[in-house]
Each structure stands twice: as C-alpha cells, then as structure tokens.
C-alpha cells in the first residue's frame, strides 16, 4: 500500500515557468509534510515542510499549499532555474518519537533555459 | 544547523565480502537513525529504525541478518552488508532525528556501493 502517492513522474518546463508537484496522503495520524530535493549522487536536501495547522507555507521561491480535508498537498516552483533542475520528493511522518518518513515516488523536474 | 556525515561516498566491492557504511550526526545527539535505499530513478525505501542502544527495526522483506544496524551512541550508526551480492548494489542513505524533532530529519549524502 502507497502511503503517499506523488505525481506527476516527470515535468519539462521553461526557465521563468511554475512547475507544481502534487502528492496526497492516506495516514490521517501524519502531522509533517517535507518537499526534499535530490540531485544525482546526491542524498536528499530539505526544501521546506509544513505541519496540518497552516493551508500555506513560503519559503523564498519555494511555496507548499496543504489541504487537510482532501489529504494533498502540493510544491509550487516560482520563476524556476535551470538549476532546479533535480527530483523533488514529498514526504509524510506522524507525530511520533523515532517515527520514520514515507517518501512519495518522486518527480523529475527539467527546466530548459 | 545539523549535519551527519555518511562514509564511505563509494565502495566497489567483491561478491561474497562486507562492507561497513558509517553514519555520523555531527552536531547533535541521535537518538533514531533510518537507513534506506535507493535504486536508480526510484525512491527511498526504507530499511530499518535504529534507537541508540536498542536493536534495529527491520521492514518487512529486507533481511536483518544481511543488512546489520549498530547504533552503539548517540552519534553513530553502521550499516554493515554481509556476503554481498551484485543485487546489494544501490545508492544506501542514512538519517538521524533526535528525540524531541527539533532538527527534523537530517540525511546524509549516501554512499554507492557496487558490488562486483
């Protein structure tokens, strides 16, 4: 059973573009919802996270929307770079001490210059 | 902010031998380590939880007696695959969390291993 499903599996946009990654959870007892970012070689970076108390959260160019009714939640890219270019994660744990993070499939992201 | 540091970044090593993957927290103490793996253009499977000074926790289809945890501080976690097979080759990642989640998860950069 996927816990957290992440789509889509690969996105092509232009330099400037907004590229939005969606994922949506099925676990109502997870409480934080990373984005992290991977390049090739590379272990996962943390972008941003939200907990279920806020409908959105902005971080530079970075921004996650959250709704906790339809369990989704989304990462916007603004005025994406070619060096965005990397597989993003989301990612879902509950509220509990040594509890691990459920990781979605993951999106390719290419952004042409 | 914290760091762990996960050593070696590569290994290449002969079916049949065993390698050690080292993971450390730097900055702050550990108390649960997570280890997964990773398969080219696939996500991170997790393998196992470990406490500091408990056993690990093994999921379901990865073989504890293959892949063995040693959490023996606060700051150090080991990953040792035995008797590896060229199947054991992946991209294997570390992360560390402390008891009250105020760092989060912090990961480490991964070491490749490749057995031939």
């Known amino acids: 059973q996927q816990q957290v499903k992440q789509s889509p599996q690969s996105l092509i946009v232009q330099k400037g573009g907004i590229p939005i990654i969606n994922c949506a959870y099925e676990?109502?007892?997870?409480?934080?919802f990373p984005w992290y970012q991977q390049f090739p070689g590379k272990g996962p970076a943390l972008l941003i996270a939200i907990r279920p108390d806020v409908s959105e959260k902005k971080e530079g160019r970075f921004t996650i929307s959250f709704n906790k009714s339809a369990k989704q939640f989304s990462l916007h890219i603004m005025d994406s770079q070619p060096g965005d270019s990397a597989t993003y994660f989301c990612?879902?744990?509950?509220?509990?001490?040594?509890?691990?993070?459920?990781f979605g499939k993951g999106t390719t992201l290419s952004v042409s210059s | 902010g914290a760091v762990v540091s996960q050593h070696p970044s590569r290994v290449i090593c002969k079916s049949g031998t065993s390698v050690k993957i080292e993971c450390r927290s730097l900055d702050f103490q550990a108390t649960t380590m997570f280890w997964y793996r990773q398969f080219p253009k696939q996500s991170l499977m997790l393998m196992a939880t470990?406490?500091?000074?408990?056993?690990?926790?093994?999921e379901q289809g990865v073989e504890k007696d293959k892949f063995l945890i040693n959490h023996a501080s606060l700051t150090l976690s080991t990953l040792t695959v035995t008797s590896a097979h060229p199947e054991d080759s992946s991209f294997y990642i570390c992360s560390a969390t402390t008891a009250d989640r105020g760092y989060g998860y912090t990961f480490g950069s991964g070491t490749r291993l490749t057995v031939v």
């Open positions: 990612a879902a744990s509950k509220d509990q001490a040594g509890t691990a993070l459920i």
């Open positions: 676990n109502t007892a997870f409480d934080y």
């Open positions: 470990s406490n500091e000074g408990s056993k690990a926790t093994y």
